[in-house]
């Protein structure tokens, strides 16, 4: 018994971190195509999505912010998933952060959750 209340009440913290930290984001709908780039703390990164075999493929390119004359300092790294809809995919920042991709049922959109501090621009 004792076993069954740790577990439900480790899963209620579980809830309301959750509930917590989705009152703490920012969301954008993006569509096939069109991509958001978005700085985060020292990075800047690039996100855009294509609908391919039933899901999201989904690329996330991060990297230093580009320098004065627009060249990036080190390299990149670059993630390419495919992301069902119904199982969001979150990409975890070296800072801590989390951006959280999901894939709408209708795979014509697809949800951006970021933090609030994050600064983007949609791309076309």
């Known amino acids: 018994m004792n076993k069954i209340l740790a577990f439900a009440s480790a899963a209620l913290v579980a809830v309301a971190a959750t509930a917590a930290v989705a009152e703490n984001v920012r969301s954008l709908v993006v569509t096939p195509g069109k991509g958001v ?8 990164g690039i996100t855009h999505f294509v609908t391919e075999d039933g899901a999201c493929k989904l690329t996330v390119a991060i990297g230093e912010k580009p320098d004065q004359e627009g060249m990036n ?3 990149t790294s670059r993630v390419v998933m495919s ?10 920042t070296s ?5 959280v991709f999901t894939c ?3 795979l014509k959109t697809m949800n951006f959750d970021m933090p609030p501090d994050f600064k983007y621009t949609p791309k076309n």
Do not use: C, I, R, W
């Open 104 to 106: 709408n049922p209708d």
């Open 83 to 92: 992301v069902v809809p119904g199982k969001p995919a979150k990409v975890e």
């Open 95 to 99: 800072e801590g952060q989390s951006l």
């Open 73 to 75: 300092p080190t390299g």
């Open 37 to 44: 780039s978005f700085y985060m703390g020292s990075k800047h």
